[in-house]
């Protein structure tokens, strides 16, 4: 390793501290955020099992279990996963329709033109597939980081000696070579202050990259006969990708040669942190995986359990006496068996019979998921809650008080990280010289949809109750949909 940290002699970055930090982030953090991953996926571990396979009782997980009849093979295996599909409707109630980001800047000009510079970021960094992918990874890995990149943004700085007379399109198209990137919690290793866990002095990303070099296997792998049965033995390159970032400096490191350096011109930590779910004097939050995996792997075990009866159970089986060569004929429709034997006999046995023990624990389970994660069945349309006799929206918030609830702290916590992330952007055109704002002009606001539908009658009455009050035409129209150029609006 050929490590210089000497830039961040500030922050007190040393090689042997990124030593001892990685090995920490290696046995503490990624394991653990493979397997919420896994478990979200329900993807394949290293030994190629998949993870909501390795958490089914003993008595599933396994092939053929000594003592048993080879006829029997390994008992058979269900996975429903009810995680996912929660996950992903949660993303849907929080990111499912864009929201406004509008700046809190007093002058009218200012503020209109920060709110195109923020909605070009964002749509260059992605749109809100780039929201809709924060929430998924902070709600599976428990938190999630944004990284403000703004080197090209000076580039472009440099080509002009004086921005004061440039045009708002100028300014925005500029600000579009700043891009927001995320920073998923295995790839995320910071360096706090010693004394606050909250004060973040320095950050860094470590990944695994596949490069196209070729190599060969190497000896050890033809020794073993790995390449008979794999090919020739050659395969793509992998390399240690290491950038360490601070607020005055950025490094960038393959397997420990230094390839790329240079200063963080914004003056600040170009880093937001964002917490899926509180956790007191953590640096890393709550994820909605954990607390389901339990459940889900005593779901699964039971719906095999299940399987395993009704295939065994499902089919008729007959018990013959005093009949030949009963066993050599198939049982079918229009058989006829005929004997001498005035005691012969053929009794039926088996069948599917019902065990409402085994249905009301699953359906026990299913309720203890839609507890844990606020979000039952219904937020995907399967109801099954006994509406009333109230009005339709009504009835349908008493019933999602939930998920609403969650969807709310959710917008809180993200909506604030974004925030603080196109704050940081404002802070890099600023110090680049292509738009100048002070503190106060940096402040962003969220107005967020209503995550559930609307009658169209009542979207227009709503937006004719703000146009009353005040509220711009543009921005009105924008909410429904529409554009004060498109053809017919007056």
Request: charged share 20%; aromatic share 6%.
């Given at each position: 390793m050929a490590y210089d940290f000497g830039v961040f002699e500030e922050e007190g970055v040393t090689p042997e501290l990124v030593d001892v930090l990685v090995r920490e982030h290696d046995e503490h953090v990624v394991g653990k955020m493979e397997r919420f991953w896994g478990y979200y996926r329900n993807a394949e571990g290293k030994n190629g099992r998949p993870y909501q396979e390795r958490g089914l009782a003993a008595r599933l997980r396994g092939g053929r279990r000594q003592g048993t009849d080879d006829r029997i093979g390994c008992p058979e295996r269900v996975i429903e996963n009810d995680i996912a599909w929660r996950i992903d409707a949660m993303v849907d109630f929080v990111f499912g329709k864009p929201a406004s980001f509008l700046s809190l800047a007093q002058d009218e000009t200012k503020r209109a033109l920060i709110e195109r510079i923020v909605d070009a970021v964002l749509e260059a960094s992605g749109g809100i597939t780039l929201l809709q992918d924060m929430l998924l990874l902070g709600s599976v890995h428990g938190s999630v980081d944004l990284i403000v990149r703004s080197e090209d943004l000076f580039d472009t700085a440099r080509t002009r000696r004086n921005w004061d007379g440039a045009s708002d399109d100028e300014i925005v198209e500029a600000a579009r070579s700043i891009r927001v990137e995320l920073v998923e919690a295995p790839r995320a290793i910071p360096i706090v202050e010693p004394g606050d866990y909250r004060v973040v002095r320095a950050y860094m990303i470590r990944s695994l990259q596949q490069t196209n070099d070729v190599v060969d296997a190497g000896v050890v792998r033809r020794l073993l006969g790995e390449v008979r049965r794999r090919g020739d033995g050659r395969r793509r390159k992998m390399r240690e990708v290491l950038e360490v970032v601070s607020p005055s400096a950025r490094q960038v490191y393959h397997d420990g040669e230094l390839v790329g350096e240079d200063d963080e011109r914004a003056g600040v930590l170009?880093?937001?942190?964002?917490?899926?779910?509180?956790?007191?004097?953590?640096?890393?939050?709550?994820?909605d995986v954990e607390a389901l995996i339990p459940i889900q792997d005593e779901l699964n075990s039971r719906l095999s359990d299940r399987a395993h009866r009704v295939t065994m159970q499902s089919?008729?089986?007959?018990?013959?006496?005093?009949?030949?060569?009963?066993?050599?004929?198939?049982?079918?429709?229009?058989?006829?068996?005929?004997?001498?034997?005035?005691?012969?006999s053929v009794e039926a046995f088996g069948g599917d019979g019902h065990s409402p023990s085994e249905d009301a624990h699953i359906?026990?389970?299913?309720?203890?998921?839609?507890?844990?994660?606020?979000?039952?069945?219904?937020?995907?349309?399967?109801?099954?809650?006994?509406?009333?006799h109230l009005s339709s929206e009504n009835a349908l918030r008493i019933t999602l008080m939930g998920?609403?609830?969650?969807?709310?702290?959710?917008?809180?916590?993200?909506?604030?990280?974004?925030?603080?992330?196109?704050?940081?952007?404002?802070?890099?055109?600023?110090?680049?010289g292509v738009f100048s704002t002070t503190e106060a002009e940096r402040g962003m606001r969220i107005e967020w949809p209503d995550p559930l539908p609307l009658d169209e009658r009542d979207r227009l009455n709503a937006a004719r109750l703000k146009l009353e009050i005040g509220v711009s035409r543009e921005r009105v129209l924008g909410e429904l949909g529409y554009a004060a150029s498109d053809p017919g609006v007056i």
């Open positions: 170009p880093v937001v942190h964002i917490q899926n779910a509180s956790q007191p004097f953590a640096y890393h939050g709550v994820s089919f008729k089986m007959y018990l013959a006496k005093g009949i030949d060569g009963f066993g050599e004929v198939a049982v079918g429709p229009g058989q006829v068996w005929s004997t001498d034997n005035p005691d012969a359906g026990d389970i299913r309720d203890a998921m839609d507890k844990v994660s606020s979000i039952s069945p219904v937020a995907l349309g399967v109801i099954r809650a006994k509406l009333g998920v609403l609830s969650k969807t709310a702290r959710k917008r809180v916590s993200y909506g604030r990280g974004v925030a603080e992330a196109m704050g940081i952007v404002l802070r890099a055109l600023d110090a680049s």
